[in-house]
């Protein structure tokens, strides 16, 4: 049976993370690599239908259970590992390495689970391994938000766990399958555990919080692994629940609103990902097979290139020290290649022919129009105009091209970051070009062809109107150190009013009870060191308790007093 438990793609990569501090320093990036390209390989290896078995209990478990949707995640997934690994090969930080496979183990775990059990525990280890990953800035600002990720992830992982208890008890059944559209407790405490990494709005903002303040390498990781482990499961359990449809619609325009507004690189493409995360959602909602493809298409595209321009980004926060675009500028002769990258991966995602995003998102956005929903398609067709305004043109133009150069010295990037940038750069392009590369591994055959007529003009038109429109009115994107609110403003405001009537009074109410019982038994001490003197107040008030033998009289009053106090209240 230990044997058979490597073959989980998870367990080696949690097999990695307990030896990888018996490494020494100098071969622990090579070694780490090691782990997720075994992942890799045995996610390849396995064939649909492959379960490997356990069991808790009376409960049978299903560690493992490979079809074509948790294929397709778990080689996605893997892969990021795999490039995110190259990536950061330079970094000696052996909590993130550490963390960084655990958080990979937890994602395919939660990929590959066949129960609900089991998808609980790997969720749970997706939450704390991440959490590393923001805190190993060392930051205040990163160790605050931090907190705040950690308390967002506690409180899903609460709802999904309560509603896993709940749904077992009224079920019996641990089974992971595609619930019926029902509002009972139970599905509705699942829909928002899995709601809460997903980050549906308003319940988004650890996502926007925590991302930009997470470490250059981390944030890579982060972009792969919990919101797409979320969407596998809303395919894998909640496929044509239509509110889904209006629940994604509102994260594709509310995300790419703030990343039009913001000024920071790594804000714009964190609030990125969730307008991205709208069309995935929107498309599940809709739950035909066209649109579930169209849905982990756009999860693989988009662990991809937005890995892309993390990293593109990531580049010029290592050489420059700084993500604001207000002190930033210029760059184009002093990190050209980055540049060069970071267009690949601004391209894929606005969905240029030739790219990744070209072959998937159309999949997704037409499988929503053929369902009826029309305005929800036309509304994510305009959101795609403020995708390629905001990550295809604002930041390049600003960060690269605008006048305001920077003028400090430039760090050296090192030579491994390049290499993990143009390994998934080449993949971007040849999914573009070559759409059954990836077609070959959704959950459903698929005839789609996005190489038409219709949408190559579709998307040129976007494209050709969008850059004349940023180019008319640019300055009005100008970089400024501003802040922009989210909703958490609220919940911020809150907190003052919150920590006193739930903690402050709480506190006050456990120290006044432990004030009372202390008073109480001294008193109590005092009153019980000779109870002869109020037992028989009419004795001498020198008798010991320890020795005085008190007459018949007394005994009889005391039980007389106590049948009367009974009877009183008995009574009464």
């Known amino acids: ?11 080696l990569l949690v097999l990695g993370a307990a030896l990888l501090p018996l490494i020494p320093e100098k071969l622990r990036s090579s070694v780490f690599l090691i782990f997720p390209v075994a992942a890799l390989a045995m996610a390849a290896m396995h064939q649909d239908g492959y379960t490997l078995t356990g069991a808790i209990g009376n409960y049978d478990l299903i560690l493992l259970e490979v079809d074509s949707l948790s294929r397709v995640f778990g080689l996605i997934i893997a892969f990021a590992a795999v490039f995110g690994g190259i990536y950061a090969y330079h970094l000696k930080d052996l909590g993130q390495q550490c963390a960084a496979l655990l958080y990979a183990a937890g994602a395919l775990g939660v990929v590959y689970a066949g129960d609900l059990f089991t998808l609980i525990v790997y969720w749970e280890l ?10 190993a800035t060392r930051t205040d600002a990163a160790r605050a938000a931090g907190m705040r990720y950690l308390v967002y992830h506690v409180l899903g992982g609460g709802l999904l766990f309560a509603g896993i208890i709940l749904h077992v008890t009224q079920t019996g059944s641990l089974a992971i399958e595609s619930f019926e559209q029902v509002y009972s407790i139970s599905n509705i405490l699942i829909f928002l555990g899995v709601g809460v990494n997903a980050a549906f709005i308003p319940i988004h903002t650890w996502l926007s919080d925590a991302y930009p303040k997470s470490t250059i390498t981390g944030v890579i990781f982060l972009n792969s692994f919990t919101t797409k482990s979320a ?15 209006w629940i994604g619609v509102i994260m594709a325009i509310y995300g790419v609103m703030y990343a039009v507004i913001c000024k920071d690189i790594r804000e714009i493409l964190t609030y990125h990902i969730i307008s991205q995360l709208g069309f995935m959602i929107a498309a599940i909602g809709v739950g035909t ?14 662990i991809l290139n937005k890995s892309l321009l993390f990293m593109a980004c990531g580049a010029v926060l290592y ?12 760059l184009v002769k002093k990190l050209p290649y980055v540049l060069g990258l970071y267009l690949v991966a601004s391209l894929s995602i606005s969905g240029l022919p030739l790219f990744t995003a070209f072959v998937t998102k159309p999949m997704a956005v037409t499988a929503i129009g053929y369902s009826g929903y029309d305005t929800a398609m ?4 305009f959101v795609s105009i403020g995708t390629f305004l905001s990550v295809g043109l604002k930041l ?3 960060t690269w091209f605008h006048a305001d150069s920077y003028d400090k010295e430039i760090k050296p990037i090192p030579f491994n970051m390049y290499i993990g940038m143009g390994f998934v750069a080449v993949v971007c392009m040849v999914i573009g070009i070559a759409p059954s590369t990836l077609y070959a591994f959704l959950p459903y055959e698929t005839d789609f062809n996005p190489y038409t007529i219709y949408l190559f003009v579709e998307i040129m038109q976007i494209a050709i109107m969008t850059f004349i429109g940023f180019w008319m009115l640019k300055h009005l994107m100008k970089g400024k150190l501003v802040i922009a609110l989210d909703l958490d403003w609220f919940y911020r405001k809150a907190s003052p009013a919150a920590y006193r009537m739930f903690i402050k009074s709480t506190d006050g109410f456990f120290g006044w009870a432990e004030k009372v019982v202390l008073n109480t038994a001294v008193l109590s001490t005092k009153v019980f060191r000779n109870p002869m003197t109020w037992l028989n107040p009419f004795g001498n008030k020198e008798n010991d308790a320890t020795t005085y033998s008190p007459g018949m009289e007394v005994v009889m009053s005391f039980i007389l007093v106590c049948f009367l106090a009974f009877s009183l209240f008995y009574f009464l």
């Open 1 to 11: 049976m230990t044997i058979e438990l490597l073959a989980i793609p998870g367990v």
């Open 126 to 135: 997706m939450a704390v391994s991440s959490t590393w990953l923001i805190w």
């Open 231 to 245: 969407v596998y499961v809303l395919i894998r359990m909640f496929p044509g629940w239509d509110i889904l449809i």
């Open 289 to 302: 097979e066209l649109a579930l493809n169209g849905a982990a298409a756009l999860a693989v595209s988009n």
């Open 319 to 330: 050489a420059t020290g700084t993500s604001k675009m207000y002190h930033l500028g210029g």
């Open 378 to 381: 036309l509304l994510l067709i």
């Open 396 to 398: 390049p133009y600003y």
